[in-house]
């Protein structure tokens, strides 16, 4: 185990073998092996602002790669909590320079975004402060959202990236390194059912889109109907 951790954190070569795998899974497997560690930072900023796909879907097949030799682990952990960090800094940014009232109207205008994630986020920021950006990393949609308190409140920018990497880090290395110790366990049931676990994980990835769609659109139409009768 020794040895092929410090394997994964010495610089990916290319010459670790991935099976070719089939469906969704073989796919996602080829475009991170392609993009490299930077990619895994990227999927982390995409997440920041497209909470359906959450982080963990993306973390433990980094770590999995790692195991086949084909990323450096620590690498691509940085790059994650990276992308996170960059994802942090653009909704703090937001809360910053709009305040609060016009960061209020923005969540209760754009589609999919509710007003009450805007309340909640400043409830647990104004209840626990700078702990609340640390902690929230760990939370999904929180985790976005509580970079906007911090940035109406004007948190010290170095603080708020202290805590936004160290919530990061550990978050991405717990995932990432999932993926590296069930590694053992996981290839051979991959090269055996890639094609049949990419149609499980697609349809509950598709479900979860639709579920989080549904929900906040209803609470939307429902919000509007209250509006209208109290009018």
């Known amino acids: 185990m020794t040895t092929r951790l410090l394997a994964a954190a010495a ?3 290319g010459s670790g073998h991935v099976p070719e795998y089939e469906g969704f899974i073989g796919w996602v ?4 092996t392609t993009l490299g560690e930077p990619g895994v ?6 997440e920041t602002f497209f909470p359906p796909v959450p982080s963990e879907a993306v973390l433990p097949g980094a770590g999995f790669l790692a195991y086949s030799g084909q990323m450096n682990v620590w690498l691509a952990i940085t790059w994650a909590t990276v992308g996170a960090l960059v994802g942090g800094w653009g909704f703090y940014a937001v809360g910053a320079l709009l305040g609060r009232d016009r960061t209020a109207w923005l ?8 007003i009450e994630d805007f309340h909640k986020a400043e409830r647990f920021f104004a209840r626990y402060g700078g702990a609340a950006v640390l902690l929230g990393r760990c939370v999904p949609v929180v985790r976005s959202v509580i970079s906007v308190p911090a940035g109406i409140e004007r948190m010290p920018l170095f603080r708020f990236s202290l ?19 069930f590694g053992p366990a996981v ?3 991959l090269a055996r059912w890639s094609g049949l676990i990419s149609n499980v994980v697609l349809a509950a990835i598709g479900l979860l889109v639709l579920w989080f769609v549904v929900v906040r ?5 429902r919000n509007r109907r209250n509006q209208d009768t109290s009018t």
């Open 11 to 13: 610089p990916a070569t």
């Open 29 to 32: 497997l080829s475009l991170m």
């Open 41 to 46: 930072g990227l999927a982390l900023l995409i």
């Open 107 to 114: 969540f209760e205008k754009t589609p999919l975004l509710e």
């Open 163 to 181: 805590y936004t990497v160290i919530g990061s880090g550990v978050w991405n290395t717990i995932w990432i390194g999932l993926g590296y110790v």
């Open 187 to 189: 290839e051979p049931a």
């Open 217 to 221: 659109v209803r609470k939307l139409a």
